[in-house]
Every structure is written in structure tokens, then in C-alpha cells.
């Protein structure tokens, strides 16, 4: 069942994210000795990095992988989630994490990345997943209408107009024209295996995927809606971002 929390301001959102999925962290390195975590590129996830790596964790102990990243980027690109991953979390670390896996979303060959990609997280059990959810309720780049039932960790993925959109208004391309149209991603079965998700979105514009993630029926048209079954969701919001719920 998807807990929701709401916060006045992103500051205080972000801060009981971080510490919320901290906790999930440590809980896994003193039961196995190790922890693995899945995390997202976005500006919602912005304030919960600046306290993430302010939490008391052994990052040496802890294997990450990233969610997604267009196709055809080099991780140089201004709007290259990696490059932005590195900036806004993974070099501001006290310490390099054991592993950290990256979507390359330049390789040469885009099915053999995605193969050696769903072959490395296949031998392993995410812990905690940090993600968003889009304008369009999106949970990655799965679009509407997802796959809930990919049998693929990663999978090449088409993205819509409105995800497109949303990436062209949050100024990391000069021009529509500029947004990719096709990404890797990881699907929807992989980000819900995780033992716990941590679910952070902020701002009055995904106010409309938030009710419909929340308070909708669980369906394809709105990715976000299966975190409604998942065992111990955490959905952290501030107050314009949770202005349209009614329960």
C-alpha cells in the first residue's frame, strides 16, 4: 500500500526522503552486508540529493544503478542524466560507492548495452528505489500506456509528446526539436521489485499525476498508479504537489 506524506516546503520534503530511504540503506548493509539502490535524474529529486548525501552511510557498501537515459547522449550533454547524476548526488559523496552501473545511452550498440545491463541487475535485489513521477505519470521513461509486465530489467523505449514536453520546459534542450524520442529505461517490473521505494515529487505542475498515481484506478494510462499495490511505497510530496488530492 503506497503511504503518502506531505510537507510544506521541498526543503522539508526532501529531507524526510533522504532520511526515509537512508534508514532502508543501512537496514540492508547490516543484514548482508551490502545494499543495492536504483536512482533517478530529475529536478524533483534535487532536494532529496542534497540531504542523501548528508545521511550517515557507508556508500563503499552500497551497489547503484541508474534508471534511464536517452538514447544518443553522450554523458558530457548538459542533459545527459548521467552527467546530471554525477553532479547533483554520485561526486558529491563522501566516499565512491561500490558499483555504480550507468545506462549508456551513447553505447554503439544500444541492444547489447541493454542485455549486459539486464544480465548485471539480474544478479541482484534492489533494496531501495529513489524515483519520480512524471507530468504525464510516468515512473522512469515508461509512458503511458506502460508495460506493467515487461519480462526485461531495461528495455528501448518511444517517448510521448507530454514527457517530451516536460523535458523541453524544464530547460535541459534549446528547442522541442532538441528532446530525444527514444530512451532506455527501466521497466516497470524492475522498479517494483524493490523492497522499499522511496517516491519523491515536488511542484504544482504534477499535481494532476499525483491524484491520478494516487487516488485513480491502477492502470497503464497512469504508470504510477501500480505503486498503489507495492508493499511499502513511500510517496513524498510538498503542498502544491498534492494540492489535488482529495482523501
Given at each position: 500500500m503506497m503511504e503518502v506524506k506531505i510537507f510544506e516546503d521541498k526543503v522539508a520534503m526532501g529531507k524526510a526522503a533522504a532520511a526515509a530511504g537512508a534508514a532502508?540503506?543501512?537496514?540492508?548493509?547490516?543484514?548482508?552486508?551490502?545494499?543495492?539502490?536504483?536512482?533517478?535524474?530529475?529536478?524533483?529529486?534535487?532536494?532529496?540529493?542534497?540531504?542523501?548525501?548528508?545521511?550517515?552511510?557507508?556508500?563503499?557498501?552500497?551497489?547503484?544503478?541508474?534508471?534511464?537515459?536517452?538514447?544518443?547522449?553522450?554523458?558530457?550533454?548538459?542533459?545527459?542524466?548521467?552527467?546530471?547524476?554525477?553532479?547533483?548526488?554520485?561526486?558529491?559523496?563522501?566516499?565512491?560507492?561500490?558499483?555504480?552501473?550507468?545506462?549508456?545511452?551513447?553505447?554503439?550498440?544500444v541492444d547489447a548495452a541493454i542485455a549486459e545491463l539486464c544480465k548485471c541487475i539480474g544478479q541482484y535485489k534492489l533494496d531501495v528505489a529513489f524515483i519520480g513521477i512524471g507530468e504525464n505519470g510516468h515512473i522512469a521513461f515508461n509512458d503511458p500506456p506502460a508495460d506493467f509486465n515487461s519480462p526485461n530489467a531495461y528495455n528501448q523505449v518511444t517517448l510521448d509528446e507530454v514527457c517530451r514536453h516536460q523535458q523541453y520546459g524544464e530547460g535541459w534542450f534549446p528547442t522541442m526539436d532538441a528532446v530525444p524520442r527514444i530512451a532506455i529505461s527501466m521497466s516497470v517490473p524492475q522498479i517494483f521489485s524493490a523492497r522499499a521505494i522511496i517516491n519523491t515529487v515536488p511542484d504544482d505542475r504534477k499535481a494532476d499525476a499525483v491524484k491520478a498515481a494516487v487516488e485513480g484506478p491502477v492502470t497503464p494510462m497512469c504508470p504510477a498508479s501500480i505503486l498503489q499495490t507495492h508493499p511499502n511505497c513511500t510517496l513524498f510530496l510538498d503542498k502544491p504537489a498534492a494540492s489535488k488530492l482529495t482523501k
Amino acid at each position: 500500500m503506497m503511504e503518502v506524506k506531505i510537507f510544506e516546503d521541498k526543503v522539508a520534503m526532501g529531507k524526510a526522503a533522504a532520511a526515509a530511504g537512508a534508514a532502508f540503506i543501512r537496514e540492508a548493509i547490516a543484514q548482508r552486508g551490502e545494499a543495492t539502490i536504483v536512482v533517478a535524474t530529475a529536478p524533483s529529486q534535487n532536494n532529496m540529493y542534497d540531504a542523501l548525501v548528508k545521511e550517515d552511510v557507508k556508500w563503499s557498501k552500497v551497489r547503484i544503478f541508474h534508471l534511464d537515459e536517452y538514447i544518443g547522449l553522450k554523458d558530457d550533454h548538459p542533459a545527459s542524466f548521467r552527467f546530471n547524476l554525477h553532479k547533483t548526488f554520485l561526486d558529491r559523496l563522501p566516499e565512491k560507492p561500490m558499483e555504480f552501473h550507468p545506462v549508456p545511452g551513447d553505447a554503439a550498440d544500444v541492444d547489447a548495452a541493454i542485455a549486459e545491463l539486464c544480465k548485471c541487475i539480474g544478479q541482484y535485489k534492489l533494496d531501495v528505489a529513489f524515483i519520480g513521477i512524471g507530468e504525464n505519470g510516468h515512473i522512469a521513461f515508461n509512458d503511458p500506456p506502460a508495460d506493467f509486465n515487461s519480462p526485461n530489467a531495461y528495455n528501448q523505449v518511444t517517448l510521448d509528446e507530454v514527457c517530451r514536453h516536460q523535458q523541453y520546459g524544464e530547460g535541459w534542450f534549446p528547442t522541442m526539436d532538441a528532446v530525444p524520442r527514444i530512451a532506455i529505461s527501466m521497466s516497470v517490473p524492475q522498479i517494483f521489485s524493490a523492497r522499499a521505494i522511496i517516491n519523491t515529487v515536488p511542484d504544482d505542475r504534477k499535481a494532476d499525476a499525483v491524484k491520478a498515481a494516487v487516488e485513480g484506478p491502477v492502470t497503464p494510462m497512469c504508470p504510477a498508479s501500480i505503486l498503489q499495490t507495492h508493499p511499502n511505497c513511500t510517496l513524498f510530496l510538498d503542498k502544491p504537489a498534492a494540492s489535488k488530492l482529495t482523501k
